[in-house]
């Protein structure tokens, strides 16, 4: 890099965490958004006074790892309700309770009522409802850096909890206050931008004459056996109505899915790797049945790495005061089979033409071509078969497949 500021970092190296511009002492740095709907700093260099903050801020320039853990912990929530509001175990939930009641502040991805992501703080109970639960788009964090770092210097216990790139940020400017900070990531194979999100829903808003003012991406609603079973809420002539659907009905989804809409950063994504960054990893476990028969991951089970001694705390303190489930297991027993546990989501072929369709033609045509599932009565079949068999079948389909 040639200046001493952020402007020279190749797209595909920015990961879009936004602390650049929150530690920028002149504020001459904004985020820009491209065409293809992620967002980019820009600096004011007739402002910038190449301090280098931005720099040494950076993640994607300044990772940091912990040693690769040698146990991981399977866990759930064992109280139904506390399962279901999370993703998978609804440990998140757990960790973030244990945090408020000793009065800190949990910081994660919610929507807002517009169903835009951004991080955002709770500082009681009431507030963390919208900060459950996975929303596989990217989540804006202007500022939140910022009124962190000032709750750190407030003597002020603070959890933090995002994707593996936004807590590596936030530990890179955490500095001598890093005992007051805990950070919580997921294990994460990258996200579409939000842009593409609104345009699906629009899409979907416009067929349907009416308006959508909630999505869960992890729907457990009763006979929802399926851990991408999403579910939304939609207004109509003054009625609200459920509607429910498995990942391949919806375009969003589908695109997610197919691995063709995440940002560029996330293709060579410097956290996906068996050392992790933050105190605390949250996984689905897949494959968790191999270990223990009596578990099952569709129904909900976390795989919670405890990476430093402050996430193993954290995570004993949860255990005294809520009730967990939980067993202890080779580390190996999560990385075997979590993709992003060990390397980075292959490039498709396809992205490139996703993303140029989308530059140059009607929005209606990129969703036929690009994130509608041709052959539905296939995933039908397929989503109805015993699980094994499933993997099976995906084992050899990415044998077969053709990645860049
Ligand atoms: C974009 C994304 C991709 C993921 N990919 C995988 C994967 O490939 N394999 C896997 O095992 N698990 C993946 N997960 C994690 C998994 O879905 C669960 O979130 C995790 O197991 C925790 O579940 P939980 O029930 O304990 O808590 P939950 O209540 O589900 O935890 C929610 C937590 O996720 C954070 N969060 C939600 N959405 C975002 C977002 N867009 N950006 C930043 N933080 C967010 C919230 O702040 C909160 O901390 C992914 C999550 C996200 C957000």
Not at 393 to 404: A, F, G, P, S
């Amino acid at each position: 890099m040639k200046k001493n500021n952020i402007s020279s970092l190749p797209h595909n190296e920015c990961c879009g965490c936004r602390i650049c511009a929150d530690v920028c002492p002149r504020e001459c740095i904004s985020f820009i958004e491209d065409s293809e709907g992620f967002f980019y700093p820009q600096v004011n260099e007739d402002l910038c006074i190449s301090c280098g903050k931005c720099i040494r801020a950076c993640p994607e320039i300044n990772s940091t790892y912990n040693p690769k853990a040698n146990i991981v912990t399977a866990a759930y929530a064992e109280i139904k309700s506390d399962r279901d509001a999370g993703s998978s175990g609804g440990i998140f939930g757990l960790l973030a309770k244990a945090i408020l009641r000793s009065g800190g502040k949990v910081w994660g991805a919610a929507f807002d009522e517009n169903l835009k992501l951004k991080h955002r703080c709770a500082s009681s109970l009431s507030e963390l409802p919208p900060l459950l639960k996975s929303k596989y788009l990217q989540s804006d964090t202007s500022y939140c850096f910022k009124a962190i770092l000032n709750d750190l210097r407030d003597d002020k216990l603070v959890l933090f909890s995002g994707t593996p790139c936004q807590c590596d940020a936030i530990k890179n400017i955490a500095g001598k206050y890093q005992d007051k900070l805990i950070t919580v990531e997921v294990v994460c194979h990258g996200v579409p931008s939000q842009s593409l999100f609104d345009k699906c829903i629009k899409n979907i808003e416009d067929r349907d004459k009416c308006k959508i003012t909630s999505f869960s991406f992890r729907a457990k609603y009763k006979g929802a056996l399926h851990p991408q079973a999403f579910s939304y809420v939609c207004k109509k002539n003054g009625n609200e109505k459920t509607i429910k659907g498995l990942h391949y009905q919806f375009p969003f989804y589908f695109g997610f899915q197919k691995y063709i809409t995440l940002r560029p950063s996330c293709y060579s994504c410097k956290w996906a790797r068996p050392e992790r960054t933050a105190d605390i990893t949250l996984a689905d476990f897949w494959g968790i049945e191999n270990y223990d028969s009596s578990l099952n991951a569709k129904q909900g089970v976390s795989a919670v790495i405890l990476n430093t001694d402050k996430g193993v705390d954290l995570f004993n303190n949860a255990l005294q005061k809520e009730n967990i489930w939980c067993e202890t297991l080779p580390i190996e027993a999560a990385i075997e089979n979590n993709g992003c546990l060990k390397s980075p989501t292959p490039l498709k072929k396809e992205r490139e033409d996703f993303f140029t369709a989308l530059r140059t033609k009607p929005f209606d045509e990129v969703v036929d071509s690009f994130l509608t599932s041709k052959k539905q009565w296939i995933f039908d079949i397929y989503y109805g078969m015993p699980s094994f068999l499933r993997r099976i079948i995906r084992k050899v389909m990415d044998q077969r497949m053709n990645y860049e």
